[in-house]
């Protein structure tokens, strides 16, 4: 789990608050013992463990729980593959994915992850009819067009969704 972009970037920029390695590393212990609740079965063949939706189900659910981030890029299932398989292969004995995850994680562990740079909050505006005085936001027309068509038309204002996303608006001309 160490190799999964999105936990390494949450861990860095503290999106768990300043816990957050502890909660990738409890994040770890409860998959661990989850798979373990559940034993091989030789007699019908299953391998045990959590099956791929459960763990991906799992994986997506404390990624937002712990670190408030919604996962849209498909890594909690990528990450649940791999676990999946390297789970089975643990239980015949065969220990190469294992092996060759944990070797590519110690290599992974001494590299500088680039540093994530949020931008800053911006104010969301009041796109209502009213300023932040309360007046009516009566605008001033000049008598003289010359000015007025010489000039540049005024810039868009942005406006941000309930989510805080910029709407896409038409130029204006």
């Given amino acids: 789990m160490h190799l999964w972009h999105a936990l390494k970037m949450a861990v860095v920029e503290g999106w768990g608050g300043p816990e957050s390695d502890a909660k990738r590393t409890w994040l770890m212990g409860v998959m661990v013992d989850m798979y373990e609740e559940r034993p091989p079965n030789p007699q019908n063949g299953s391998v045990g463990g959590l099956d791929h939706a459960d763990t991906e189900e799992i994986l997506a659910q404390a990624f937002f729980d712990e670190f408030g981030a919604h996962l849209e890029d498909g890594s909690p299932r990528s990450v649940a593959t791999q676990l999946r398989r390297a789970w089975a292969e643990a239980v015949v004995g065969d220990e190469h994915l294992s092996k060759e995850l944990t070797a590519k994680s110690e290599k992974e562990r001494h590299k500088k992850m680039a540093q994530f740079t949020r931008g800053e909050d911006e104010e969301i ?49």
């Fill in 125 to 173: 505006p009041y796109s209502g009819g009213e300023s932040e005085s309360g007046e009516e936001g009566d605008v001033q027309m000049d008598d003289d067009n010359t000015t007025q068509s010489t000039q540049k038309p005024p810039k868009q204002e942005k406006i941000f969704d309930d989510d805080g996303f910029e709407v896409v608006q038409k130029k204006q001309k």
